[in-house]
């Protein structure tokens, strides 16, 4: 019997060695090159909590009112494709009831403005490209990829200094598995402010030069472990003035017990963070499973039929020879050899 070897195995074959080289490629090269922070991101997150603020028109502070706050992130792809990193322009504008409607960061209680660059693999801040202001840490707008259960440096804005962020525990946040991270801000002088002394309890100095203070009495980050999305914050801020020098506080500029993200935003957060963990957790781990499983059975499959081949009778040359020469014995030469046998 003769062997031979039939193209679909050799398809089988070769399409699970294709899986199995593939497989571990996917795993240890192409997922760990999609672990990038994207530079064209265009995203806008709401807080919103009840609290006090300093009123302007009436000069006096004002309570159990609705704070929003409004984070809009802009990427410079520009600038981004130039320098390698992650560019983000942040505009930031703190609201109330009554300049909300107006839609003009302009006209809100506290409006800033501030570029973010950072590496886009590390998440480590990067110095170039006009950031505003110069920042340190591991974590401001997002985390670095694959987070760990572990403290980790996070830039407080208005403060303009880090803080340590405690890993508390595992969580579910509309049913999308994240890390919970807590700190807080101890009452610290943040800068001056030129006030009329009567502001401040100073009514026989003309303009006084106030302190402004800042505490944080609960940072609260949920954190999507994967891709490092923030999946849900709340905060806690209390902005104060006090007369120079004092330990008391006497206006109270900003105050909210618990300032949080928005369900709009909560929803919109969680989806955003379920899409990029799935697409790497399908780079990361389903397809190399999954290549790897189909590649090992194809290559078995494949190799097998390689092996054993499709089967053909060999036929010897004297049989070969045999049937030429019975060819030759046709009716004619019969008669011709028994006619020479009659002589």
Request: glycine letters at 8%.
């Amino acid at each position: 019997m003769r062997r031979s070897t039939s193209l679909p195995s050799l398809i089988l074959l070769g399409t699970g060695v294709f899986l199995l080289v593939l497989s571990p490629l996917l795993a240890w090269y192409v997922e760990p090159r999609a672990k990038r922070t994207p530079t064209d991101v265009n995203t806008t997150t709401v807080f919103q909590g009840k609290g006090s603020y300093f009123d302007t028109g009436s000069v006096t502070t004002v309570d159990d009112q609705t704070i929003t706050i409004t984070r809009r992130v802009l990427g410079d792809v520009a600038a981004g494709e130039r320098s390698g990193n992650a560019v983000w322009d942040v505009s930031t504008q703190i609201d109330t009831p009554k300049t909300l409607p107006l839609d003009d960061p302009r006209k809100s209680l506290q409006w800033t403005t501030e570029r973010w660059v950072t590496d886009r693999r590390t998440n480590l801040p990067v110095h170039c490209c006009e950031e505003k202001p110069t920042f340190e840490g591991e974590a401001y707008l997002k985390f670095p990829f694959d987070v760990e259960k572990r403290t980790y440096i996070w830039w407080d804005s208005t403060l303009g200094a880090t803080v340590p962020l405690k890993f508390e525990e595992s969580t579910e946040i509309d049913g999308h598995e994240g890390y919970r991270f807590t700190g807080t801000v101890e009452a610290v002088k943040t800068g001056t402010r030129q006030v009329p002394g009567v502001l401040v309890d100073r009514p026989k100095s003309g303009q006084v030069l106030a302190e402004e203070w800042y505490s944080n009495a609960g940072i609260e980050l949920i954190v999507e472990p994967r891709t490092g999305r923030i999946m849900n914050a709340a905060i806690a801020p209390t902005k104060t003035l006090r007369a120079p020098d004092s330990e008391k506080d006497v206006v109270t500029l900003l105050a909210s017990k618990r300032l949080e993200f928005t369900e709009a935003t909560r929803r919109e957060q969680v989806k955003l963070a379920s899409e990029d963990s799935g697409r790497l957790k399908l780079l990361g781990e389903t397809a190399p499973l999954g290549g790897g499983i189909a590649g090992g059975l194809l290559t078995a499959v494949g190799a097998v039929l390689v092996i054993r081949g499709r089967r053909r009778p060999e036929h010897s040359e004297s049989d070969e020879n045999g049937l030429s020469n019975s060819s030759n014995l046709s009716p004619a030469n019969v008669a011709g050899t028994s006619g020479l046998n009659q002589h």
